[in-house]
Nanobody
Framework: QVQLVESGGGLVQPGGSLRLSCAAS????????MRWYRQNPGKQREWVAS???????TYADSVKGRFTISRDNTKNTMYLQMNRLKPEDTAVYYC??????????WGQGTQVTVSS
C-alpha cells in the first residue's frame, strides 16, 4: 500500500516562508509525476505545482515566482518551498502522485495558515 505523508505546514506571517514535504512509503521513482494541490473549505481543490522525473516544475500563475517544487529520489520525498507567502495562500495542501500506469495516490493534507 502506497502512502504519502505531508508535513511542514503551520502558521506563518505574510511575507514568510515554509517548506512542505511529502514523504512516500517506498521509492518515488515509481511516480511519473507528482503534484501539490490546495483546498479551502467550500472551494474546489486547486492545482499548485507539478514535477515529472527529469523535468523542471510547472506552476499555477498564482504561485509562479514564489513557490518551488522539487523531488529527491534518494529520500523518496517531494518538497514545496513557499516564499513570500500571502494570506490567500492559506489552505490545506495535499500531495498527489501518479504512477507510470496512471494510478493516483493522495496524502492526508497539511494546513498552511498565513496571517499576522
Amino acid at each position: 500500500q502506497v502512502q504519502l505523508v505531508e508535513s511542514g505546514g503551520g502558521l506563518v506571517q505574510p511575507g514568510g516562508s515554509l517548506r512542505l514535504s511529502c514523504a512516500a512509503s517506498g521509492s518515488i521513482s515509481r511516480f511519473a509525476v507528482m503534484r501539490w494541490y490546495r483546498q479551502n473549505p467550500g472551494k474546489q481543490r486547486e492545482w499548485v505545482a507539478s514535477i515529472s522525473i527529469g523535468a523542471t516544475g510547472t506552476y499555477a500563475d498564482s504561485v509562479k515566482g514564489r513557490f518551488t517544487i522539487s523531488r529527491d529520489n534518494t529520500k523518496n520525498t517531494m518538497y514545496l518551498q513557499m516564499n513570500r507567502l500571502k494570506p490567500e495562500d492559506t489552505a490545506v495542501y495535499y500531495c498527489n502522485a501518479d504512477t507510470w500506469t496512471a494510478i493516483s495516490y493522495w496524502g492526508q493534507g497539511t494546513q498552511v495558515t498565513v496571517s499576522s
